[in-house]
């Protein structure tokens, strides 16, 4: 409970925490008996997280700026692998103070640094992070920045209600609602009754800024749900300057339909940890058509956002790693495949990439001595590489090999896209690394179940704030990377056990 739920380790000594065990007759451990244990399931899992960066290729790196309720910032980075059994893991590195005024150069100073600390320097080829500006930074290290997903929509969203001035005044007008009602004790309970008497939900209205588009939705869908019980309490507090005319009511359902586009793209993707980067272009395409059909019933705020959407995806398709992660994965193939010229384009890198994996190894044979390349899955299962560099195919087998790929059947889009790639035939072994290369990318900053929901968001950020910065590192690593890690929680128990004496 202490990593699940990231509590400090001394809630053991809260009242209400001593009592608990007190009243199942056993003796609460000290929090320097926590402490102790944790410092040792840190070390063991440090190693664990160690050994499996080692086993592994490619990974993929993301990046998480965040503050505290201190107004205090840290950065977290996870990393993100495919292993040999084709399954995603995801794995908290460390969480580091930045300064308070950061730039993107101190965030990849602290990257290059963790990249170093865990020596997967040369592994790290995309990074995906939540922090504005970071193209120029991040190409100097020699990686490709993605834009985290999530992060992107906000910024869509941001940049409209900049450009129009109208939607900006409204939104801002039902921000004021809300903060008025989260300020004020009389006008809640007067609202309490008010809902109660209409047999309303008893839904508050909680302070936001109007800077993300899921906390915006919420709160313009609960002003609308209960504008008559709102109006009661606002006539009856003589807040009238607050009162939202017919028209206004008329505009934010439109703005509603329009946020439900995205947040029906994406609700999806909140049960999953971390999507695939070949999420993106099809989530991207999809809330294209939505918009498109909410223009056409003369919605206002749908022509707004598609243009700024526009202007921020126009280009999706130019980007090798986006075409090509959504081009081997099964799913969504035939949507980057659609177009000639483009299909052209993707068939030739892929060629290039299948050609110089192997280009390297026959070209640099000192490399068959180096032990890392016996993780490499292609030439564990085919050992005959080793001895016979000249087994390495021809270009035409490696075009044969995709074609092959591209005569597939498409998969459901509720299937899992790396089981295809899982058990490979001998002749499609170098075309499955290719995939993993580009299907180890993730397309958020922060897994999926925090970026679109933002009541878990607010609760994580609240335990985070909670905990001593001292701590922060080890409680983050523990808490990120528990799912793996079965065996050490039991040997965690065991030893408290031991120490309760029970």
């Not at 997967?120 to 922090?131: A, D, G, R, S």
């Not at 299948?354 to 044979?365: I, K, M, N, Y």
């Not at 994580?460 to 793996?484: K, Q």
Request: proline content about 4%; hydrophobic content about 40%; aromatic content about 8%.
């Amino acid at each position: 409970m202490i990593i699940s739920d990231l509590h400090p380790h001394t809630i053991v000594e809260e009242p209400g925490f001593v009592q608990f065990f007190q009243s199942i007759r056993y003796d609460c451990p000290s929090a320097n008996v926590i402490l102790s244990e944790l410092q040792n399931l840190f070390l063991k899992t440090t190693g664990f997280v160690q050994d499996q960066l080692e086993r592994v290729r490619y990974v993929t790196l993301t990046c998480e700026a965040w503050k505290t309720t201190a107004s205090k910032t840290y950065m977290t980075t996870s990393c993100h692998l495919i292993d040999d059994g084709w399954t995603q893991k995801s794995l908290v590195l460390e969480t580091t103070p930045l300064p308070e005024a950061y730039k993107p150069s101190n965030v990849v100073v602290q990257l290059l640094r963790i990249a170093k600390n865990w020596r997967i320097e040369n592994k790290i080829k995309v990074v995906v992070t939540n922090v504005d500006r970071m193209e120029k930074e991040m190409e100097k290290c020699g990686w490709e920045h993605i834009a985290c997903f999530a992060n992107s929509l906000d910024v869509v969203f941001k940049v409209t209600l900049i450009l129009s001035s109208d939607w900006r005044e409204l939104v801002q007008r039902c921000c004021d609602i809300a903060e008025y009602f989260s300020q004020n004790v009389e006008a809640q309970s007067q609202l309490k009754e008010a809902q109660s008497k209409r047999h309303l939900s008893s839904y508050n209205l909680v302070e936001c800024k109007a800077d993300k588009w899921i906390s915006s939705l919420q709160i313009l869908e609960r002003i609308e749900v209960q504008r008559e019980a709102i109006s009661e309490v606002l006539i009856n507090v003589s807040k009238v300057d607050l009162l939202l005319s017919e028209h206004e009511h008329n505009n934010i359902n439109k703005a509603i339909l329009c946020l439900r586009a995205f947040q029906c793209v994406v609700r999806a993707k909140t049960a999953k940890q971390y999507s695939l980067l070949s999420d993106i272009i099809p989530q991207v395409e999809e809330i294209k058509k939505k918009l498109t059909e909410l223009q056409q019933s003369q919605n206002e705020f749908a022509k707004e956002l598609a243009q700024r959407f526009d202007c921020h995806f126009g280009n999706i398709i130019e980007n090798d790693w986006l075409t090509l992660s959504t081009a081997l994965d099964l799913r969504y193939r035939d949507i980057v495949l659609s177009e000639k010229e483009k299909t052209t384009h993707i068939k030739n890198k892929i060629i290039c990439e299948l050609d110089g994996d192997q280009e390297v190894l026959f070209r640099q044979p000192e490399l068959f001595r180096q032990p890392e390349l016996f993780r490499r899955p292609e030439l564990f299962r085919r050992p005959e590489l080793f001895r016979r560099p000249e087994l390495f195919r021809q270009p035409d087998s490696l075009e044969e090999a995709l074609n092959r790929y591209l005569k597939k059947v498409m998969l459901p889009r509720h299937w899992d896209p790396l089981a295809v790639w899982n058990f490979p035939k001998d002749d499609d072994l170098d075309l499955s690394e290719v995939a993993r290369k580009y299907l180890t990318v993730v397309s958020t900053a922060v897994p999926g179940d925090i970026a679109y929901d933002m009541e878990k968001a607010k609760r994580v950020a609240g335990r985070r704030s909670s905990l001593y910065p001292e701590h922060l590192n080890m409680m983050l690593f523990l808490n990120g990377n528990s799912s793996y890690l079965r065996e050490q929680r039991s040997c965690f128990s065991h030893n408290l056990l031991e120490k309760l004496k029970i």
